[in-house]
Nanobody, 125 residues
Framework: QVQLVESGGGSVQAGGSLRLSCAASGYTYSPYCMGWFRQAPGREREGVATIDRDGITTTAESMKGRFTISKDNAKATLYLEMNSLKPEDTAMYYC???????????????????WGQGTQVTVSS
């Protein structure tokens, strides 16, 4: 059973930065794909960025140039570096992981089998 625990959320002013971490455990084989999603109150969950087992990343268009996903396999940790934060980035951010092939460059939540409990990011103007 894969377990994911996010950390690093908090409150920042617009233009600030945060780095989210997601510690993964409980797996024998590394997940095929890991990613970050976010959900603001009253809105649907949306994909932020994904990274596959080979390190290939996909970032949502509105976050390109500001958000960077990475992972440290030795530490079994996924990261999301967020810069130039905007009030509209305010949301609960979730880490997710899944197995399979061929879908990591999409932002469909369904193939992600495992989810963390989320970490809150609040950006004030």
């Amino acid at each position: 059973q894969v377990q994911l625990v996010e950390s690093g959320g908090g409150s920042v002013q617009a233009g600030g930065s945060l780095r989210l971490s997601c510690a993964a455990s409980g797996y024998t084989y590394s997940p095929y794909c890991m990613g970050w999603f976010r959900q603001a109150p009253g809105r649907e969950r949306e994909g932020v960025a994904t990274i596959d087992r080979d390190g290939i990343t996909t970032t949502a268009e509105s976050m390109k140039g500001r958000f960077t996903i990475s992972k440290d396999n030795a530490k079994a940790t996924l990261y999301l570096e967020m810069n130039s934060l905007k009030p509209e980035d305010t949301a609960m951010y979730y880490c997710a992981a899944g197995y399979g092939a061929g879908w990591c460059n999409s932002f469909r939540p369904t193939p992600f089998t495992y989810w963390g409990q989320g970490t809150q990011v609040t950006v004030s103007s």
